[in-house]
């Protein structure tokens, strides 16, 4: 086995030992739309979503400029769980839906997501 495939099999059971700090956490696709040229409208297909174990880090209050409270969160993936995050706009945690901020930091092994949420 290599030193890659021994780390990613670590990172894996590390997510399996952590049990309920870990959360499911749903990654809704960004609406797809294409444009059909017979009706001359735009076409709406339903989103997709993937469910993966995350782990909420790093808990930010602020408030924006117009009085509105946001809250910053980072959640940490297996890389190897969702391998193309720029087709995700948004995720649910706890029936709470959150926004992705970009840039995310990929390690190969772990995932580093920022979401962010108005209250």
């Given at each position: ?10 990172v ?16 809704i ?6 444009f ?29 400029k ?5 809250t ?13 995050t ?8 706890d029936?709470s ?9 990929d390690d190969?092994?772990i ?9």
């Amino acid at each position: 086995m290599s030193r890659t495939q021994c780390i990613k099999s670590q990172v894996r059971r590390a997510f399996n030992i952590v049990g309920d700090l870990a959360k499911n956490v749903t990654f809704i696709q960004k609406s797809p739309t294409s444009f059909n040229f017979t009706t001359a409208e735009p076409a709406y297909t339903t989103p997709t979503s993937r469910v993966v174990k995350g782990i909420l880090t790093t808990k930010t209050r602020r408030s924006s400029k117009d009085a509105r409270s946001i809250t910053d969160y980072e959640i940490l993936i297996v890389s190897d769980d969702i391998t193309d995050t720029s087709i995700y706009d948004t995720v649910t945690i706890d029936g709470s839906t959150w926004k992705i901020i970009f840039p995310i930091r990929d390690d190969s092994f772990i995932k580093s997501i920022g979401i962010i949420r108005e209250v």
